[in-house]
């Protein structure tokens, strides 16, 4: 379901969060807030597909969104899960080709959408919006070179103890933002696979496992210096 913001100006406290709007002056993120409209989706409802027509930026108001590519036998593989303040779509505004991926809400959500034309419309009257969009795509794109490498190049224990580390950011207690399914995906490893490593981990005394999501990291330092064959 799409509508109106109700009260544009209600969404500029998600607006603001977003990395290209962050810092804009209040005339500048107004005209962002009144462009914008509200989607709200069930959990399990699809933001778009692949085939469907792109040109839209959608920032997550609340809940949680995962973009996923489905492989010709039908497998997931897991391309990120974002967050309130988080945003997809934005290659589809400079291209006219159809979207190539999914994106389906994994919680109850709530989508800011803007329209493609408009918001090009509005980086042509203040370029500091049009050089933070190609600042956020330069590193977008540099995090999803080294995601590659990473699967490429890296064991799955090696690539595991870095995604704990990267999500943990400095604390001891993580509680996934996805199922541990998910999070093996994103990883290019099987569920197996994961709980295996996350066991082997466990028994090393490095992390301790609780419940279906939550990990605690026992010795960071030691973690990242650990490492096993495979």
Same mark, same amino acid.
């Given at each position: ?6 009260s ?38 699809m ?28 497998k ?83 690539? /595991? ?32 696979? /994961? ?11 490095? /992390? ?23």
């Amino acid at each position: 379901m799409t509508h109106s913001c109700p009260s544009c100006e209600g969404h500029r406290g998600c607006l603001e969060h977003v990395p290209i709007f962050k810092g804009l002056n209040p005339v500048e993120m107004s005209e962002i807030a009144h462009i914008a409209a509200s989607r709200e989706l069930k959990k399990g409802e699809m933001v778009y597909g692949a085939g469907d027509e792109g040109g839209t930026l959608f920032v997550l108001y609340t809940g949680k969104v995962k973009r996923y590519r489905l492989s010709e036998s039908g497998k997931e593989q897991v391309l990120e899960v974002i967050g309130m303040g988080e945003f997809i779509g934005e290659l589809s505004l400079f291209s006219s080709l159809p979207l190539t991926d999914y994106a389906e809400a994994i919680e109850d959500s709530t989508l800011c959408t803007l329209q493609g034309q408009k918001l090009k419309e509005l980086m042509s009257k203040y370029p500091s919006i049009a050089f933070k969009v190609m600042d956020e795509l330069s590193r977008r794109l540099e995090k999803a070179e080294s995601r590659i490498e990473s699967i490429s190049l890296t064991s799955v224990t090696r690539r /595991l103890i870095d995604a704990l580390l990267e999500l943990a950011d400095g604390k001891k207690e993580i509680n996934l933002p996805m199922t541990k399914g998910d999070f093996a995906s994103q990883l290019g490893m099987s569920q197996e696979t /994961l709980s295996r490593k996350l066991s082997e981990l466990q028994e090393e005394g490095l /992390l301790r496992l609780k419940g279906h999501r939550k990990i605690i990291i026992l010795d960071p330092d030691a973690l990242d210096e650990y490492e096993i064959e495979g």
